[in-house]
């Protein structure tokens, strides 16, 4: 079984989802020009057009002070992971240097869990860049028999989407079902279009042959990790708002039927000269994809940006929003929107932030799976490739930090760690992970990922030994 995190160990977590905002510690900012002399940038592939690559450089970075030695990082760190069950991989280095300071184990692939997430946003930013929004439209279209109008659903890739009217203060429901339904009837009113309209679907971004991606066994849909991966859904899979919600079986006939209740709603209040054709499921238009793309939208509404919904994903390890994102980024990159292009995407971004991918064997984008091989010296060395690449600050920024509404928010409850850790949790039946970075107390900043396998479902020790590895980095 396929257990992701969940917020806090042990149980679901139900709280509302909300925006989050953030600044970074002032001695992360105060050092960034050592890391950009002492490291190369990194090449991120190009964003599009409509989407320019941000030039924030907000990611972490290391002061001129003398950094801690492989030695007292050593000493630092083996007295924890001796404590964990299983077997333990990891890496620490100096994002300043570049020196690796501590490895062990770091060239053995294993199943990463969730730290995964860190290279699937890191693949997502770079082939759509952070301000990129997403659109979900209706476009209107005669009915093969002519007797109505056909109102195309059409995904984008949002699986945020709100029940209700678009909240611009919100990540999860900035655009809103309720208020694409308002202004499909204004456009069709405008648009000079009368009589009986029917909804259906349009999935195409995506291109599985199966929305459930087949390495994923039977038990990780039904715990309610992830639901079929559509580019059209709400709230992450589900029917509300809040990371604890259970998921849908389909979650893109939902969006539908929802949309089809606000249709008929904004109709009737309208007093439109429109029917709406009552349907119990909805089913794929039959009009080509090209068609489609090229008609000008009655109506539509826009996510959040990229880089919000990436922040958005590593806070809340949201499966259903990275495998979505990624399916969304592949095509940017000249590969498929499917499972195996979200995976090749992973891998190609690796390697262009000068990571040696032998041994990388990956299956999807959320770490979900067991079956996932990626080494604790690859994930680390993402991170610094990140933290060397100024459009990829939203990465690093978006990492759970402990305190605030995140997967880390109740983990290194103490100084100096609790200021020090910016890291991706993971939580697999057999894994335990943690991957980003720390700050020692001389205001050096170290990648470092930790993964601690064959656990024997003995999570909490192996949580443990890992937070007091971190937290005595933190301290030296």
Known sequence: MGQVDTGRAGRRDRRTERPR????????????????????????????????????TAAPTSSQSAGPTAAEVAAAVEPGLETSPGTVSA?????????????????????????????????????????????????????????????????????????????????????????????????????????RVVVSTDLRLFADRTALNPRWTSDIPESG????VQPLATYGGREAPGTGEDRIEDPAQFAALTFQAALDDAVAASGADLEVGLRDTFPATEVPRATVLAAAPVAAVESASVGEQVAYLLAHSENQVVEAL????????????????????????????GVDTAGMALVDSSGLSPDNRVSAGQLAGVVAGVARTPALGTVLEGLPRPGEDS?????????PARQAVAAKTGTLDQTVSLTGTVTTTSGRVLAFSIIC????????????????AVSAVAGL
């Open 21 to 56: 905002s953030r600044s970074l510690p002032a001695v992360l900012l105060a050092a960034l020009a050592a890391v950009l002399v002492a490291c190369g940038p990194v090449t991120a592939p190009p964003a599009p057009s409509s989407a320019p690559a941000s030039t924030s």
């Open 91 to 195: 890496e620490f280095r100096d994002l300043a240097t570049g020196e690796v300071l501590y490895a062990r184990d770091a060239d053995e692939p294993v199943a990463p869990a969730s730290s995964l997430k860190v290279l699937a946003a890191a693949a997502i930013v770079s082939a759509l860049g952070p301000e990129t929004t997403l659109q979900t439209t209706v476009v209107a279209q005669p009915t093969a028999d002519g007797g109505a109008t056909e109102l195309v659903l059409v995904g984008g890739g949002d699986v945020l989407l709100g029940t209700g009217a678009s909240d611009a203060k919100a990540v999860s429901g900035r655009a809103g079902l309720r208020t694409l339904a308002e202004r499909t009837v204004a456009g069709l009113v405008e648009d000079g279009v009368t009589g």
């Open 225 to 228: 990790n992830i639901a079929p």
């Open 326 to 353: 990624a399916h969304t980024a592949a095509p940017a990159a000249d590969l498929p929107a499917t499972h195996e292009g979200a995976t090749q995407l992973l891998t190609a971004t690796a390697e262009d932030l």
């Open 407 to 415: 997967t880390l928010g109740d983990r290194f409850p103490d100084a």
């Open 453 to 468: 396998s064959d656990l024997q479902w003995k999570l909490e020790p192996a949580r443990a030994a890992v937070d007091e």
